[in-house]
């Protein structure tokens, strides 16, 4: 059994009761802060926790391999579209839970079902625009179809255009402007671009800090970190960017979701709905808000990052577009990134 090994390498203990007090997370969540989150999760519960990290497609592709097999209980995305995506894939299980159902909304959620429901968001982000206010004025830049425009020539840093948080954010622009016009913006943005994808968000940020960029296309919370990192340098770099929300005037800006669901085959389920419920719980949501940045997702947490209101993060404009149209744009929007050459 290849699986089998898989995991037994991936250092899984064997479940032989559901009582185990241990729980296996898929993560695509790659911030160190949220090692917090996990202790203080063990800590309350008892609830030993087991996680392997890789991307969003990664862990997809791992859970269709693995199929009964798999040792996952919890799967954390950071993307919205591949949560549909991945519930669509009879990848997930539904379950009810009261406390996520006062907890957060209905529209950061999978739509619920007799069964209950299949996905839930913990956390959402922004993609916003970092610009150096000495070569562009953020009218220049109001909207993320402006991306494409001549004016920008050599101006834009991004990160891989295969990226989640790139496909999700282009498959809602190319929702709105049609496949065709949607090609030439993808097109555009190519010809703009003040160098190959290279790095994370945070190093597009950075490369408009050093004036290799006018304009980094970034997720709110890599702006906030580093405007709140004890490193005076880092600060530095957050100064000399201003953050530009897209689209105020027209349809909002685009926001993802991060969240959760319980694996199709989780042996410990018990565990894995425990979690899920930790996860809206004020201690995980202002973890979620204050130490990595996002935006909370549940109802009745408040919270103050003085950061993300600092750069408008309080009051925005958001994006208001079904996710499955998101999550079945994908494969086209990938085929358009592969034909305009956008790497
Ligand atoms: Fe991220």
Known sequence: MIVATVAAALGFQSQLHAQEKVLNIYSARHYQADSVMYDEFTRTTGIRINRIESD?????????????ASPADVVLLVDAARLALADSQGLFQPFRSARLDAAIPPNLRAAPTPEG????GFSTRARVFAIDPQRLRAEDVATYEQLSDPKLRGMICTRSG?????????????????????????????????????GGDTDQI????????????????????????????????AERVRVVFPNQATTGT????????????????????????????????????????????????????????AIGGDNFKVENIPLDVVARNLVKVQQMLDRVGFK
């Not at 429901?117 to 839930?120: A, C, L, S």
């Not at 090609?183 to 703009?192: D, F, Q, S």
């Open 206 to 237: 950075r490369a408009v800090a050093a004036g290799e960029c006018a304009l980094a296309i970034t997720n709110t919370y890599y702006v906030a970190r580093l405007m709140r990192s004890d490193n005076p340098a880092d600060r530095a770099v």
């Open 117 to 120: 429901v299949t996905w839930t």
């Open 56 to 68: 969003d497609a990664g862990i997809l592709a791992r859970l269709r391999a693995e199929g009964a």
């Open 254 to 309: 685009h926001v993802n979701i991060a969240g959760g669901a319980i694996a199709r085959h989780a042996r410990n389920r018990d565990n894995a709905i425990a979690f899920m419920e930790f996860m809206a719980t004020p201690f995980a949501q202002k973890h979620f808000a204050d130490g990595n940045n996002e935006f909370a997702a549940a109802r009745n947490v408040r919270v103050n990052n003085p950061a993300l209101s």
């Open 162 to 198: 295969s990226h989640p948080y790139n496909i999700s954010l282009f498959a809602t622009v190319i929702d709105r402007i049609g496949d065709q016009r949607g090609e030439a913006w993808l097109r555009g943005i190519v010809a703009n671009k003040a160098r190959p994808p290279r």
